[in-house]
């Protein structure tokens, strides 16, 4: 919003017209982002590192037990930030509300987890799976409005991956897909939050490929080489990809290994709203499996742990689970693990890119 008045400006200096440009408004979100970000980061921390801190779950490795006390809920800091500069700097289009809707959302749901976490005594607590729900399939039917006002007739529909403008029409299953995406990415990046820097750096990568996948859906001669729909907004959704990419920069300076701060399910389950809202938003919620990869395995590690365990009556395919746990009950060293579940985010986020040459 503040962007498209200084634009207006350009009469009164040439400078003024940079904030015409999408890749310049990310530049300065991401930058923005950061820096509000880091300053307030290190002020919460000794703030309110005493009263809002982690208690450490009795179902992980030993090592992890002194991370008991350590700030929790970081994600109160960096997902405001990135969504207020998200709306400094994109038009206020129904994508970009939409996306910065269903972040908040996920996020204050996840603040009241936090909260819950924190008044019991045994270490569990949390919300039900049901109000869980509940949130998620309001959430779908938002998304299923508004894909009726920007879609027309492809709103309940989803592209292929690998095929030219191939579109699958789910009529108003589309609502519980929905669902089922933003359910699945931010149960995804829930589990992986269990290292000190993992989640952050798993979930950058797919940040970077939905919002060139957003820049190119919002050029009509892009979207036209590759084969993809073009979507007239999409492109303002790279400046919300910048601004979130931009905060969770700044809170991976505070979150690597020892961390300082952790980003609690107010950031993880606002992480996993941001990154659906973009699939969704792109019409891309195939392509969401590719590139977050790592949160795909990572989630069926844990489907797979509770069937095994059930179908042979107490046995584990995996010495614990989610998948980074095992790895550490192997004797790899955590920061040996996050660095290469970064290595495979990329890699997965790069193969992710590759399809949209490939159709």
């Known amino acids: 919003m503040l962007a498209d008045l200084l634009v207006n400006l350009r009469d009164v200096h040439i400078v003024f017209n940079l904030f015409s440009y999408l890749t310049f408004r990310s530049a300065v979100a991401f930058v923005l982002s950061f820096v509000l970000s880091y300053l307030l980061l290190g002020w919460y921390i000794r703030k309110f590192g005493n009263s809002l801190y982690e208690r450490i779950s009795e179902d992980v490795p030993e090592r992890h037990r002194k991370k008991e006390g350590t700030p929790s809920s970081g994600g109160l800091i960096f997902v405001p930030v990135a969504l207020i500069v998200t709306l400094l700097f994109a038009s206020p289009v129904p994508e970009v509300l939409t996306a910065v809707f269903a972040t908040s959302v996920m996020g204050a749901m996840g603040f009241v987890d936090d909260l819950s976490k924190l008044r019991r005594t045994d270490k569990k607590g949390g919300l039900p799976k049901r ?49 089922l995406v933003l359910a699945g990415t931010a149960n995804g990046v829930n589990l992986t939050d269990g290292l000190d820097g993992l989640a952050a750096g798993v979930v950058l990568y797919p940040l970077v490929v939905f919002g060139i996948i957003a820049y190119v859906e919002g050029n009509v001669k892009f979207a036209t080489y590759l084969n993809v729909l073009y979507i007239k907004n999409a492109g303002q959704l790279v400046v919300f990809a910048s601004a979130i990419a931009g905060s969770l920069v700044a809170f991976l300076w505070y979150n690597t290994h020892p961390a300082e701060i952790f980003m609690g399910d107010t950031g993880s389950q606002a992480l996993g709203g941001a990154l659906a809202s973009l699939a969704i938003l792109t019409k891309q919620e195939l392509l969401l499996a590719i590139a977050g990869g790592v949160l795909v395995l990572e989630t069926l590690s844990v489907a797979l742990q509770i069937w095994y365990f059930r179908i042979t009556g107490g046995k584990r395919l995996f010495l614990m689970a989610p998948l980074h746990h095992h790895f550490e009950k192997l004797g790899w060293h955590e920061n040996k693990i996050v660095v290469r579940f970064w290595i495979m985010s990329l890699l997965f986020s790069l193969l992710a890119l590759a399809t949209l040459k490939i159709r």
């Not at 299923?144 to 191939?166: C, D, R």
């Open 131 to 179: 109000v869980k729900l509940l949130f998620q399939l309001g959430l779908g039917f938002v998304f299923a409005l508004v894909a009726l006002h920007i879609f027309g007739n492809k709103a309940f529909t989803t592209q292929l991956l690998f095929l030219k403008n191939y579109f699958i029409y789910m009529g108003w299953f589309y609502v519980l897909f929905v669902a």
